[in-house]
């Protein structure tokens, strides 16, 4: 399985789009450790153009060794998905039940692009399997 990783872009209108390829990962998506090869266009900086951010205008690294490193984490931890979550009556959270996806298998993958990427540190980059 191949999987490419993008530079988020911010456009004017506030809506996202694919920008620079930034890397691949590479693995079976059988629990097997897989390889991440991250380009130089990491390195380059990114502007922000939407105007309702409030950073516009500013430029940043696009993917700096710290986003690397989180990512690293996301990709070799499992993820706990809570359901049945609810409240209690003093406003505390409760669950009542979840399940475990553990590192590198497909469904993991699938669920880091879907919803870990848009809402950790790694927002800026988004990612798209491209081969199986």
């Given at each position: 399985m191949?999987?490419?990783l993008?530079e988020?872009?911010i456009?004017e209108n506030?809506?996202?789009?694919f920008?620079?390829?930034?890397?691949?990962?590479?693995c079976?998506?059988?629990?097997?450790?897989?390889?991440?090869?991250y380009?130089?266009?990491?390195?380059?900086?990114?502007?922000v153009?939407?105007?309702?951010?409030?950073l516009y205008g500013?430029t940043?690294?696009?993917?700096?060794d710290?986003d690397k490193?989180h990512?690293s984490?996301?990709l070799n931890n499992?993820?706990?998905?809570?359901?049945?979550?609810?409240?209690?009556?003093?406003g505390?959270?409760h669950?009542?039940?979840?399940?475990?996806?553990m590192p590198?298998?497909?469904?993991?993958l699938?669920?880091i692009?879907?919803?870990?990427?848009?809402?950790s540190l790694?927002a800026?980059?988004?990612?798209?399997?491209?081969?199986d």
């Amino acid at each position: 399985m191949v999987i490419n990783l993008y530079e988020v872009v911010i456009n004017e209108n506030n809506s996202r789009s694919f920008g620079r390829i930034i890397g691949k990962i590479m693995c079976t998506g059988d629990g097997t450790p897989g390889k991440v090869e991250y380009y130089d266009t990491c390195k380059e900086v990114s502007i922000v153009r939407c105007k309702h951010h409030p950073l516009y205008g500013t430029t940043m690294s696009m993917f700096d060794d710290f986003d690397k490193k989180h990512f690293s984490k996301i990709l070799n931890n499992s993820i706990y998905i809570t359901t049945d979550g609810g409240w209690n009556e003093d406003g505390t959270v409760h669950h009542s039940g979840g399940r475990s996806l553990m590192p590198w298998k497909r469904e993991t993958l699938e669920y880091i692009l879907k919803y870990e990427l848009p809402a950790s540190l790694c927002a800026s980059i988004c990612g798209e399997i491209v081969e199986d």
